[in-house]
Structures are given as C-alpha cells and as structure tokens.
C-alpha cells in the first residue's frame, strides 16, 4: 500500500468501528463482515469481492498494533493532504514524516494470501478453498483446503477375534472391498480409524477417513472386565467343603488346574495370572468364580447320607452375623 493510501483512507469508516475499537471487538467486527462479502457467499458479484478486498485490507493495517498506531498519526496530519515532490516545501514535504515509519508501510509480501493464512492458525470454518486466481476459485477459505468427508462401516466379530485381534475384510460403499486390522482387545463399540481411506478431498486437500465401529458377540462362557476375563466355574459341595483340585478352560487354549481349598464359599474368585486379554497395554488375568452347585435331585442313599451329616455338623448359623448387623 502506498504511504497516500493512509490519508486517503479511513478504515475505521470502512469496518463501521470507532477509533477505540478493542482489538477483540475488531476482529469479531472484520469475521462478521468477511463472511457476509467473502466471493464464495456472493458467486459473481463483483460489488461484493471489491469490498471484501476493501475491509481485508482495513482489517490488515488495523490488526496490527504497529501499523495502527502509524496510521492514526498519519491520519492526524488531515486526510487532505498530499505529497510533493522531493526537494519542494520544508525537508521535501510529507514524504519525510515517513522516514521515520521506516520509508511507509506497504502490502504484505505475499499480498491476500499471506494475510489470509492467519487463519490457518485458528482452525475456524472456512468458506471454500483454494487461493484466489487460481482454478480452485475464491480466496483460500480460513481452514485451508477442505479435508474429504468420512465414510462409516459396522461390523460385528466374535468374542476371540475381538480378544485375540485379526485382520478382516470389509466391503466399501463403492463395493470395493479392503482390510481391516482389528488390535487385541478391542472391546464391544469402540471405533477403529482408517486415515486417509475416507473420500477425496474436493480441492485437493487430504481424504477423509474411514471410521469403523465394532460390535462384539457375547461368549457363552467368558466376560469381559477391563483386560481381565471373567469365568463362573461350577463346583460340588463336597469339593468346595473337602477341596479339590479342578480344570477350569482359558479362552482359546488349554484348560488350567486350579485348587479349591476347603472351606471355599461360592462366589469366590481364584486369579490365573496372565491368561485374560493380551495388548500393547500389558496382560490382564483369568478370574475363575467359584460356584457350589447344589443337586436338585437326590436318590435315598445320597438323601440319606446328607441326612446324617446334617445331624452332625456344627450347629452355627450361617446368617447369625448377617442379622445382627441388619438390626
């Protein structure tokens, strides 16, 4: 911008702003305006792109402290004034109050592009993309060139795939289909993101991706808790009462020993260290849940057995704690 342009210029006037203006209210001032003239709102109209360019260059001086504080004294002078030629008047005329501002301001380097690109910093919305004159068309939007939209898929696996990981293949909305690594695990919902898969860009930016929710089937045996897997072992009651030695399965491999010591209540839960879920995060264990299952039919000699050890076992009452920490 040449040095006249300050005088002949008053950008106060042309963003509709007092001289006072905080630079916070200046800028919500120049957003408001910019989205309401900027070309990619007004396809064609040449009265809007003009005065887009006008606000975009009050905005410009206006926002920088230094370049402000310049042109209010510059305009202080009187908007009427005008330069002469060097040599004419006291010291050359106006053209030396400019020595000190270092010889004028002018536009930056790179024109609008370069004052446009502060708004790659800000991650606000965008009105379009592309640089002006080029084929993408308008001023580059505030975001840049635009990312290409997302493309969701579902897809169901069963509990050992989920736990163990696996990769799979999908079939894309384009009936192509592709490959999915499904990590160690992954658990019922969670999203598995495929950057760069999604759609194109529309103006060259980077594609979108795709994002891939997964659903996990039930187990008819294990549960999941955290990265530990959770397992309802069945014992008699003379096993859990005397104690045993028992076989309990892991998930996908061979099956464990476990001892039951004697005395042991259902509900209680013996740990098998490392055999739960294994991920980059580190391993979790197997929790085997005792539960002493109780016969429902009994023949005459086992009835009559049960009968005489009723006679003879302690006559403590299991629910004596029980209700008197209820009163």
């Not at 008699?236 to 030695?245: D, M, Q, R, V």
């Not at 839960?269 to 002493?292: F, M, N, P, Y």
């Not at 109780?294 to 299991?318: G, I, M, T």
């Amino acid at each position: 911008m040449a040095s006249q342009d300050w005088f002949d210029k008053d950008f106060y006037k042309v963003l509709g702003v007092d001289k006072s203006v905080s630079a916070a209210d200046l800028k919500k001032t120049y957003r408001k305006l910019a989205r309401q003239y900027h070309p990619d709102s007004n396809p064609g109209d040449a009265k809007a792109e003009a005065k887009f360019k006008e606000i975009s260059e009050a905005y410009s001086v206006l926002n920088d402290p230094e370049q402000r504080e310049e042109y209010d004294q510059i305009r202080a002078m009187g908007s009427g004034a005008r330069f002469s030629a060097p040599g004419a008047g006291a010291g050359g005329g106006f053209d030396d109050v400019f020595s000190r501002f270092g010889q004028g301001r002018q536009a930056p380097p790179g024109g609008f592009d370069d004052f446009f690109s502060m708004f790659d910093q800000q991650g606000g919305g965008g009105f379009g993309s592309g640089r002006f004159g080029q084929t993408t068309g308008g001023f580059r939007g505030f975001g840049g060139p635009q990312k290409g939209a997302d493309v969701t898929a579902r897809t169901t696996i069963d509990f050992v795939t989920a736990a163990k990981g696996e990769t799979i293949t999908l079939q894309g909305e384009d009936n192509v289909p592709f490959k999915v690594k499904i990590p160690a695990g992954v658990s019922d919902g969670q999203k598995i993101r495929l950057r760069g898969r999604g759609r194109k860009s529309p103006d060259g930016g980077e594609s979108g991706d795709i994002v891939v929710t997964v659903a996990v089937r039930p187990h008819p045996v294990f549960s999941r808790d955290g990265l530990n897997l959770r397992v309802t072992v069945p014992v008699t009651f003379t096993e859990a009462a005397l104690g045993a030695t028992i076989e309990v399965p892991t998930l996908g491999g061979d099956a464990v020993r476990l001892r039951v010591a004697p005395g042991t209540p259902s509900g209680r839960v013996l740990r098998v260290k490392g055999r739960g879920i294994e991920t980059t995060k580190g391993h979790g264990d197997l929790l085997a849940e005792v539960q002493v299952a109780v016969p429902a039919h009994l023949d005459d000699a086992a009835r009559e057995a049960l009968e005489r050890f009723q006679a003879l076992e302690p006559k403590e009452n299991p629910r004596a704690d029980l209700m008197s920490k209820a009163r």
